[in-house]
């Protein structure tokens, strides 16, 4: 039986990898990489660095494949249903390269930015690959340090206060509006800077873009006063790169409470 290690590689520091994750990595023969084009070739390189920092040259495959298009332009109800179709071309990739690429008796991996429980659709795949029935294998999972977690570490904080929840979504959620009942919210995958429709209250941000690699870009401070900052430093990098990765949370104070 084939079987597949789906490893959580943290937010870019190869010194994020846990132990069980460098375990998983040397027992491994063949890792499936899935190029997202030139513009984001160093992601590639980090996980390159990543294998290079954790076990012997030569003793593994690198097979990569290019990453399916999304159709980012949609939205509404025509939001889910594109996600649907990105994910199954990327089944079908995902299924022609375990049968293809990988022996009967060998081990193969997928390295997962992050946690691969978090905003991160591999196990998801998997399941469908299976349900397909074409090629059988079995899987398991290596957690890893989130952006979360890593956005945290770095500001020094905490994402919950003493008996208070914090609640984890997305930009295009909190466009709709900030939580009810809830005052600490970790936001990802916004691409738009909705953090700017909050402005006006009284609310702290701690924002980090390339969490965990050389490129990391770090703010935080009252969101009136920081939010300008991080547009200037948000569109650099945008422009310098081709392409950003950005996490924050946003901390409300009680009325009558300021931060």
């Known amino acids: 039986m084939r079987k597949i290690h789906v490893i959580g590689i943290g937010a870019g520091d190869p010194d994020q990898l846990t132990l069980q994750a460098v375990k998983a990595l040397r027992s491994t023969d063949v890792f499936f990489i899935l190029d997202k084009g030139e513009v984001k070739s160093d992601l590639v390189q980090l996980r390159r660095d990543i294998l290079d920092a954790h076990i012997p040259e030569g003793t593994y495959r690198l097979v990569e494949a290019r990453d399916p298009e999304r159709n980012r332009s949609a939205g509404g109800a025509a939001y889910s249903p594109a996600v649907g179709d990105w994910r199954s071309a990327r089944a079908g990739i995902y299924e022609r390269l375990i049968a293809e690429e990988l022996g009967e008796d060998e081990s193969g991996a997928f390295l997962v930015w ?3 429980a978090l905003y991160d659709s591999t196990l998801g795949i998997l399941d469908e690959v299976l349900g397909r029935g074409a090629v059988t294998f079995e899987y398991d999972v290596v957690p890893g ?3 979360v977690s ?3 570490a770095r500001h020094r904080t905490g994402l919950n ?13 909190l466009a709709e509006g900030f939580p009810e009942d809830v005052d600490d919210v970790v936001v990802m995958l916004d691409a738009h800077q909705v953090f700017r429709q909050y402005a ?8 980090g873009a390339y969490i965990g690699t050389p490129d990391e870009i770090l703010a935080s401070g009252p969101l009136a006063s920081t939010a300008p900052r991080i547009e200037r430093l948000r569109a650099e990098a945008r422009e310098r790169k081709g392409w950003i990765m950005d996490t924050y ?11």
């Open 150 to 152: 890593a956005l945290v």
């Open 249 to 259: 949370l946003l901390r409300r104070h009680p009325r009558g409470q300021g931060g």
């Open 114 to 116: 992050g946690d691969p």
């Open 161 to 173: 206060r003493v008996a208070r929840p914090v609640q984890i979504t997305t930009g295009r959620r």
């Open 200 to 207: 006006d209250e009284d609310i702290d941000i701690y924002w």
């Open 145 to 147: 340090i989130s952006s």
